[in-house]
């Protein structure tokens, strides 16, 4: 995605660069400054390979984030065999709930939603 940024007198010499770019764009106006965001069509295979990063990223988001909360000395929630759990700093848990146990998923089975 490429990100364009000039400076131009009036929203319409923006308007003028959009269409003549030949690619969709969307402009945003702060003052005289207009900021066009060319959009960009992204192939199947670049959707799928960002899909295919999103469960690594998302666990490493969620570790930093458990690791921070934690060093600032508050404590956590987390699920683990049936139970919610507070977790803190040092290390000790108290349960605090009961809860249904996960639901099983299969990674092979196909659901189609109409």
Known sequence: MQLQVDILGRSSDARR?????????QEAEVGYIQIIKERHAMSHLEIQRLENQFPSLSTEAFAAARRR?????????????????????????????????????????VYILR
Do not use: H
């Not at 660069?17 to 764009?25: D, E, K």
């Open 17 to 25: 660069l959009c269409r003549g770019s030949g690619v969709g764009c």
């Open 69 to 109: 909360v934690l060093e600032s000395g508050q404590s956590v929630l987390q699920s683990e065999g049936g139970f919610v759990f507070r977790v803190f700093p040092d290390g000790t848990k108290r349960k605090l709930k009961e809860i249904d146990p996960p639901v099983q998923v299969d990674l092979k089975k």
